[in-house]
């Protein structure tokens, strides 16, 4: 059984002293004598007593905490969003209270009830895949409670957010292939009510276009961008009387099924089919080959995330039209697309 932490009121019933003798005490108040004082430092030092600064705080109104809430965890991307936001809540001296949902839009309301019984000063969100209403964010809005949305925020809402330029990412990946000489591209896409996904298969469309090129439906595979949708859609893709010789995925994710597929039938990365991907996981640089992939500025998107919302709560009670941060993508050419001698970053 854990042993019981000693609270302030154990101090002043071993002292037979009040609470607030002990409090102040303990803040080092001029009212209390040295030798009361002396007391009550040599008892909790013995006791192990430590101050419960989130109850405190909120005594003063307070909780110095700022609540976010993931789709996940898993991967480069979104623990590397959280790093950037811990640095900037830290350097503002803020505590951080983190929630996964599970890509689970159930998940995510329970999640925000969790951050408003924890009396967060501030909520940081990046939706659940499942998510296709804005109702249970009402509530953080009815209860003045500050709100930034980073990364994935719904389509027709106008909220503060920090985002990334998805289109110009999915426009440079998809350029690059056609650079590559590569001409019938298929795309595996995410939900399209999510502002991400919809944004990079508009950024492929429109290099397609540039280039003179059709936009074919059975070339464009929508998915829940796991690994296992990559190699369930690129068989189906093979299976074509004209298949694919190049894929852009929305995912890196999808991109290591779709390249696992690839290899099992013999197929050749990047002299038969090239592979582009986005989000530039860690893995994406230790597959064989290493894949081509835009990268994220996931910590400079939770600097300014967390930055943004920060700046918010300064301003409370006063009203501003909603706020967007855009991030500009990075293409990092890899061998996996590499067709020709071309330089990359």
Do not use: W
């Amino acid at each position: 059984m854990a042993k019981k932490r000693a609270s302030i009121t154990d101090l002043a019933q071993q002292l037979n002293i009040s609470v607030s003798t002990v409090s102040r005490a303990l803040n080092g108040h001029s009212t209390i004598s040295d030798a009361t004082t002396k007391r009550v430092v040599e008892l909790a030092n013995k006791l192990g007593y430590q101050p419960n600064s989130l109850a405190a705080g909120l005594r003063r109104g307070r909780s110095r905490m700022l609540g976010v809430i993931v789709p996940h965890i898993d991967g480069n991307f979104f623990s590397q969003v959280v790093k950037g936001i811990e640095a900037a809540a830290s350097k503002a001296g803020y505590h951080v209270l983190i929630c996964q949902s599970n890509e689970d839009v159930a998940h995510e309301r329970e999640n925000i009830e969790t951050m408003m019984n924890a009396q967060v000063e501030g909520i940081l969100v990046s939706l659940s895949r499942t998510t296709r209403e804005f109702r249970h964010f009402e509530k953080i809005r009815k209860r003045d409670i500050p709100l930034v949305f980073f990364d994935r925020i719904l389509e027709g809402h106008d909220v503060n957010a920090v985002v990334l330029d998805d289109r110009a990412g999915g426009y440079r990946a998809t350029r690059h292939l056609l650079e590559q000489g590569y001409r019938r591209i298929a795309h595996f896409g995410g939900p399209q009510h999510l502002n991400i996904y919809k944004h990079r298969r508009q950024g492929y469309e429109d290099a397609l276009r540039e280039h003179g090129l059709p936009v074919l439906e059975e070339l464009i595979y929508i998915c829940d961008m796991k690994m296992e949708d990559g190699t369930d859609g690129m068989k189906q893709l093979l299976a074509l009387p004209e298949p694919p010789d190049a894929v852009f995925s929305a995912s890196d994710f999808t991109l290591v099924g779709v390249l696992e597929t690839v290899k099992e039938r013999g197929l050749r990365v990047p002299e038969d089919i090239g592979l582009a991907g986005f989000s530039n996981e860690l893995f994406s640089r230790l597959t064989e080959p290493k894949l081509t992939s835009i990268d994220q500025h996931c910590e400079l998107m939770g600097r300014s995330a967390t930055k943004l919302l920060l700046q918010i709560m300064e301003e409370q009670g006063q009203h501003f039209a909603p706020r967007h941060i855009v991030l500009q993508p990075d293409l990092f050419v890899r061998a996996s697309s590499q067709r020709q001698e071309k330089p990359g970053k």
